[in-house]
């Protein structure tokens, strides 16, 4: 049959998405395959995060972009599953264009679509297997965050898995709701292995210290969104100096009152000053002569960061700071790792805002993609502190999902049952997934799961390690 106009339009946009989906669906699980991707900056991405890829791939038509905005607000909104979303809409719109084809309206196609996913939604809230009570309990959060961490990291997810623990565990607050996922920082610093990543509560930027101190403890810190320097005035002014002694007043002027300044914040009891602007080299004299640390962070948004983890107020001007001001930290050292200088402001006893993992890799491609296996389980943490309900994985739940959902599509009367039915089947897409992008066959695979299912064992999923068609329970 020849498909024209409308139904044409339709037919090809379903194929430009199952392109699309056919692209990153062999990244999908722990044994899926990386992708290079060079993007518009020929800077080179090697990744099987779908985010990742999908955010550097330029997609031009439309159909596909609807997938993608689909697929980054899964991103916003749970900070992971990107690839899961493409997958799924890749596989029910091919169920989809058979439809189409066998005679079906579009929109009879998305009513029976749209029916069996509220079924397959009801059903859900019954399938946890799991629930994680406390989210403090870093032996059973381990377990959760240690699935996301797998499908990016495979072989070192309890290693990764710990550290992000670690750091989400120390920062979160007792009531347990809310939890910011800006508030666990990577650093990245090239050189030894992966092993050798560590957490500090509280925060280190890859910087040198511009004074003399290099160390410093239980330390106030007094932060300046501006530049310690001698100030420069709003209007500009000529100065006549007619002699060589009104010259050495007029410099002995500025400099007093820098020092005055610095001396200022001295007095306030604060031993460490961050500026978010330049030191200038009188200023950095006088920091010297009085003992204290300077330190330069070039982000304004780094300099928010420290001020929450240390609890400081960020001063727009050379003043001196009141009590209410200052920041608190326990330690505040240069380091050296590899040949990266850092400095790290650490919280020991005090309860630390923010904590940070600094990550140590051999190549820069490779930290990168440590990152994005961290903020996927940064992620899943934050979603366990929403809910903290699990569900069985590899495949498990969308295989009792089509089942159930398939039975229901049995009792549905006219045209939409045929949606229903398909949209079971394009559940089976994940197990499926799963098993190609292991080398296994999928059709073996599908029909053992089905018949597991079928017999009440709604937990059984693909199991990878055996690496053979068998079900894990």
Known sequence: RFFSGLEEAVIRNIDACKDFSATVSTAFGPNGMNKMVINHLEKLF???????IIRELEVEHPAAKMMILGSQMMEQEVGDGTNFVIVLAGALLKEAEDLVRMGL???????????ACRKALEYLESCACHEIKDAKNQEEVKKAVKTAVMSKQYGHEDFIADLIVKACSSIVPEKQMSFNVDNVRVSKILGSGLLSSEVVSGMVFKRAVESDVTKVENCKVAVFTCPIDTTQTETKGTVLIKTAQELTDFSQGEENLLESQIKAIVDSGAKVVVSGGKIGDLALHYLNKYGLMGVRLTSKWDVRRLCRAVGATPLPKLTQPTAEELGYADVVRVDELGDTSIVIFKMESSESKISTIVV?????????????????????????????RLVPGGGAIEMELAKQVNSFGETCEGLEQYAVQRFAQALHVVPKMLAENTGVKANVVIAELAAAHAEGKSNAGFDIESDSASVAK
């Open 360 to 388: 140590r890799g051999a190549t820069e491609n490779y930290m990168d993609d440590i990152e994005r296996a961290i903020d996927d389980g940064v992620n899943t943490y934050k979603g366990i502190c929403r809910d903290g």
């Open 105 to 115: 309206k579009p929109t009879e196609v998305a009513e029976g679509y749209e029916l």
């Open 46 to 52: 090697v990744t099987n995060d779908a985010a990742t």
